[in-house]
């Protein structure tokens, strides 16, 4: 017995479209330039985003290259940033950029399996139980490295008592990849499903 649905082959082309040209921009907007930016053939990455420990304004505030602009939330900018600092400030824009291009070519495969029109295939249940994961690490790990470099960027300077430092965990994220989970549940429903109705055939 197959379950097959009314998917059909230039919906899987479509999506496989779709999913390949995400995973190109993201693997050059987010991953390939920054890695060039501290390497060196590409400008570096020079700011980041970062929250102050008081709503005062801070004109300026600088310590050596580094310096702080705005007020609650500011711009933490390195002026001629060095290999370590490069790498501080790139690495959770790179680490994001993995994980997204780990999830659209995991989706990616599912993609395929779709192309004969059936779903429930055990792999998707492995598949989409690691896209779980991964949006998992988007929603925790991610924002940890983002605590850990900024505080390596402004340990030891003036800058350190005005930068909060701090890991705010996504909930909508966390809340995203438990459903996924729960997604990959019902799969697996289905999958034993459809082998205990083969068995009967």
């Given at each position: 017995?197959?379950?097959?649905?009314?998917?059909?082959?230039?919906?899987?082309?479509?999506?496989?479209?779709v999913i390949g040209l995400g995973l190109l921009l993201v693997g050059l907007f987010q991953a390939l330039f920054p890695i060039l930016g501290v390497t060196g053939?590409?400008?570096?990455?020079?700011?980041?985003?970062?929250?102050?420990?008081?709503?005062?304004?801070?004109?300026?505030?600088?310590?050596g290259g580094?310096?702080?602009?705005?007020?609650?939330?500011?711009?933490l900018a390195v002026g001629?940033?060095?290999?370590?600092?490069?790498?501080?400030?790139?690495?959770?824009?790179?680490?994001?950029?993995?994980?997204?291009?780990?999830?659209?070519?995991?989706?990616?495969?599912?993609?395929?399996?779709?192309?004969?029109?059936?779903?429930?295939?055990?792999a998707n249940v492995r598949r989409l139980f690691a896209i779980s994961t991964a949006v998992l690490l988007l929603g925790i790990a991610a924002?940890?490295?983002?605590?850990?470099?900024?505080?390596a960027l402004v340990s030891g300077t003036p800058l350190e008592d005005a930068v909060?430092?701090?890991?705010?965990?996504?909930a909508s994220t966390v809340l995203l990849a438990i459903l996924i989970a729960a997604l990959a549940g019902a799969f697996g429903h289905g999958t034993r499903l459809r082998a205990d109705t083969e068995g009967l055939v």
């Open positions: 017995m197959t379950w097959a649905t009314r998917w059909s082959r230039f919906d899987t082309h479509f999506l496989e479209l053939p590409f400008p570096p990455i020079d700011t980041r985003d970062v929250d102050l420990r008081s709503t005062a304004q801070v004109p300026d505030l600088a310590s580094t310096s702080l602009r705005g007020t609650h939330h500011a711009e001629d940033p060095g290999l370590w600092d490069r790498v501080l400030l790139a690495a959770p824009e790179v680490a994001r950029a993995v994980l997204i291009i780990v999830i659209l070519s995991i989706l990616l495969r599912m993609a395929a399996t779709f192309r004969g029109g059936d779903v429930f295939v055990p924002p940890a490295l983002d605590m850990l470099t900024t505080n909060e430092i701090g890991f705010e965990v996504r």
